[in-house]
Every structure is written in structure tokens, then in C-alpha cells.
């Protein structure tokens, strides 16, 4: 398990009533052990914003954020730009349920794939890296 860099992020997920609360932390680590393997991006900040965990690149900017959090009782999503996850929901669409362009949302832990999502999640912490070297080439 991923220790929290704070107590504001760990309450915040604390604060997700149970059984909301145990997906959300089974997200967090599959988006933080994508992110181990990403050295090139740098280290990706969890923090707070909007009162939502969150997931970024401050460093060099090369991730677009990635968020947490509840869409209604019972139910948690993966947020991300809709330039991602619309890519995503193109390959996808018949293994995941989605809120609108910018969700992919989840009603029970069984339902999240970590091996499908893993490829959303380096497409969202590489991505204005992938701009760059595509301008490049």
C-alpha cells in the first residue's frame, strides 16, 4: 500500500463512505504503480483540488490531471480530460461504464481492470510528453 503524502489527502478518502472508499483507494494504487513506471514523467503529486484527490506532473508538466471522487451515492469515477478519455472510451466503450467525455465510473471494486486502465493512465501522465516528441519527429 501507498503511504498518503499528507493528512488532507487521507482524510479526504476517509471521508467516502465505505464501499466507495476501498475503490478509491484500489484506483489510487493502480494509478501510483502506473506512475512508478513512468520515470520519464518525473514524480507525480497526489494532492487536493476541488476537494478531490488528484493526481499531477508539476515538475515538467508532462501529465494532464488525473482526479478521483464520487458521481452519486454508491458510485466513484476515474476523471481525466476529455482528449483521454474519449481515446480510451474508443477502445473501451463495451468494458466500462462512462459520465459523459471526462469519467469512467465505477459502482463496485470488482469492476475495476487495472490492466485496461493502466492504459489510460500512462496516455493521461505522458501525454504533453507524447505532444513534444511527436512535434519532433
Request: aromatic share 8%; net charge negative; charged share 20%.
Amino acid at each position: 500500500m501507498h503511504e498518503f503524502p499528507s493528512q488532507d489527502v487521507e482524510n479526504a478518502f476517509m471521508a467516502f463512505p465505505d464501499p466507495v472508499r476501498s475503490g478509491l483507494v484500489t484506483l489510487r494504487g493502480v494509478i501510483l504503480d502506473v506512475a512508478a513506471g513512468l520515470p520519464q514523467v518525473g514524480q507525480v503529486e497526489e494532492c487536493l483540488k476541488g476537494g478531490r484527490p488528484t493526481y499531477q506532473v508539476p515538475d515538467n508538466m508532462a501529465a494532464t490531471m488525473l482526479q478521483l471522487g464520487m458521481v452519486k451515492p454508491g458510485q466513484f469515477a476515474l476523471f481525466g480530460p476529455s482528449r483521454v478519455v474519449s481515446v480510451f472510451r474508443t477502445e473501451h466503450e463495451d468494458d466500462f461504464r462512462f459520465d459523459g467525455s471526462q469519467a469512467i465510473v465505477f459502482a463496485s471494486e470488482n469492476e475495476i481492470r487495472p490492466e485496461a486502465l493502466s492504459g489510460l493512465i500512462d496516455h493521461a501522465l505522458t501525454y504533453h510528453l507524447r505532444k513534444l516528441i511527436s512535434c519532433w519527429r
